[in-house]
């Protein structure tokens, strides 16, 4: 696991400056304003570098990947794409909404990852496990569209976006993405 997570921590570093070249050169840049905190234009897309790094990392640690994972990998290569896009020309909000959307209820219907319940704490009878059954896929999707603009409104400040991807790359090698299991810090699975 350490190699894994030293390897995407490595790979982040590396790639980071030739995806900010990328981003200058095709002018994906974020100029200053009331919201940004930075004083000259930054290049955008350094999401390209977090995706590559993770990614390059978890195939390495655990090949041949599962189902899931592939599953996983092919929604988050369209939902990089869109992000791409995004930065060099700027996509509608609801269209990105949108594909977000499909994408989720995709990785539950054909990639098998939900949340198929959880571990309720509290009753007379202590900890029990709570099914979901027909909202899983409603949970699910929530869930995953929520985490997916949490990233998003984080970039609006410099690097704080990496930071957190960083420390989910870091669960992720942990072992919290495996075939089967849950891919929740903590989840049932």
């Known amino acids: 696991m350490k190699a894994a997570f030293l390897l995407s921590a490595v790979l982040s570093l590396a790639l ?12 994906a840049v974020d100029h200053p304003d009331e919201r940004r ?7 955008t897309c350094g999401g390209l570098a977090i995706f590559a790094a993770f990614w ?36 509608s909000p609801l269209l990105r909404l949108g594909v977000q959307l ?3 209820a995709a990785l539950w219907q054909v990639g098998g990852i939900r949340i198929s319940g959880f571990t309720w704490p509290f009753g007379h009878a202590g900890p ?5 059954g027909g909202a899983s896929l ?5 869930w995953i569209v929520l985490i997916t603009n949490a990233m998003n409104w984080l970039d609006g400040m410099d690097g704080l976006a990496g930071g957190v991807a960083q420390g989910g790359i870091r669960d992720g090698l942990e072992g919290r993405l495996r ?3 849950a891919l929740l810090a903590g989840g049932h699975g």
């Open 138 to 142: 409603a949970l699910t999707v929530l």
């Open 102 to 104: 499909v994408l989720a």
């Open 37 to 43: 905190t930075h004083k000259a234009p930054m290049p």
């Open 16 to 27: 980071t400056p030739l995806v900010a070249r990328l981003a200058r050169h095709c002018g």
């Open 128 to 132: 029990h496990y709570v099914t979901l």
């Open 56 to 91: 390059v990392s978890l195939l390495i640690r655990d090949w041949p990947p599962s189902p899931p994972v592939l599953a996983l990998l092919a929604a988050s290569t369209v939902l990089a794409g869109v992000s791409f896009l995004d930065d060099l020309y700027g996509v």
């Open 179 to 181: 075939p089967g299991g």
